[in-house]
């Protein structure tokens, strides 16, 4: 008879110290476990995002007309963004980027032409997280000197870069904001518009880490009975700034709608009277610094 083999095989089983901890593969610009990327369901990936209605819970509600949806903020910021990182909105009206960066661990600097509307975002944040979190200013963002500022911002923040920008223009005077010149919702034309749209966005652009991306929010709209692509247009402008297209979403607005409904026997009139169609989606383009 042979020897009976008593030797215990050394597996990582049991010998668990000869495992060695595998660092999860991630993007270098955000959080998601590629090795688990099947955890990731809620994460969208197409280019149809539907939304049957606005969140309005953890500190949203829907107090500005034309305020973004803050799915998008959520989809954005894990899709580009890790943990700690900084956003930049240029646009930030009633805040919707700052309170989602709070809502997941990032962190946000918001420019916004209106004081009583940068008063009224101070109000949602506590003086703890106006400090360390969120960091507003009232300015022009089409104007060049708005970088300083937004520098001095990162500087208290201890970053050099914001790592992902936000841009939801006005969709030029579709919803006026205010009466000042440099409102890009109060603009002569659209000409005017693209041009101070394109110097907002350069702005963004240079405040933003090379590699890192952005993303803009815009609609279409009709003028003289003609369709004005505002979104490809805009798109365009920020192309021949040097951002590279990652990706056009479309979205639909039902979840945008304060009055469903009430007009839409009215737009429905119109629409098959005029030869058009009745806007139901919105865009998201999203961009990357290379
Ligand atoms: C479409 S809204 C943005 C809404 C915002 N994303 C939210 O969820 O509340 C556009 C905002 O840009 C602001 N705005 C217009 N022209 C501006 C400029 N030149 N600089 C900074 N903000 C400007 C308007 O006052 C308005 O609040």
């Avoid at 990936?45 to 973004?68: L, V």
């Avoid at 300015?139 to 708005?146: E, L, P, T, Y």
Wanted: with cysteine; hydrophobic share 35%; proline share 2%.
């Amino acid at each position: 008879m042979g020897k009976t083999n008593t030797k215990k095989k050394i597996t990582i089983e049991n010998r668990p110290e000869l495992h060695i901890a595998k660092s999860p593969v991630t993007k270098p610009y955000n959080d998601i476990e590629l090795d688990n990327w099947k955890n990731y369901s809620h994460i969208k990936t197409d280019t149809w995002w539907e939304f049957a209605s606005r969140d309005n819970t953890n500190g949203h509600s829907n107090d500005y007309h034309g305020n973004y949806i803050p799915q998008i903020a959520q989809q954005l910021y894990e899709r580009y963004t890790k943990k700690g990182d900084v956003v930049l909105d240029l646009f930030l009206g009633s805040g919707t980027s700052a309170i989602e960066a709070v809502n997941m661990n990032r962190r946000c600097i918001g420019v916004e032409l209106k004081q009583e509307q940068v008063d009224i975002v101070k109000n949602k944040f506590s003086q703890k997280e106006l400090v360390t979190d969120v960091r507003l200013i009232c300015s022009d963002s089409s104007n060049k000197n708005v970088t300083e500022k937004i520098q001095a911002e990162l500087d208290i923040l201890r970053e050099n870069k914001v790592q992902f920008l936000m841009l939801h223009p006005p969709y030029d005077d579709i919803i006026k904001f205010s009466d000042k010149k440099e409102d890009l919702s109060n603009c002569k034309n659209t000409d005017e518009f693209y041009a101070l749209f394109k110097q907002t966005a350069q702005n963004g652009y240079d405040m933003l880490e090379k590699g890192r991306y952005a993303a803009l929010i815009i609609g279409d709209e009709y003028k003289k009975g003609e369709l004005i692509m505002l979104g490809f247009e805009c798109a365009k402008r920020m192309q021949e700034i040097g951002f590279k297209t990652k990706a056009c979403i479309v979205k639909n607005i039902e979840g945008n709608e304060r009055v469903k409904g009430k007009t839409a026997n009215l737009w429905r009139y119109r629409a098959l009277n005029g030869g058009f169609y009745i806007f139901k989606h919105e865009y998201i383009y999203v961009f990357q610094k290379v």
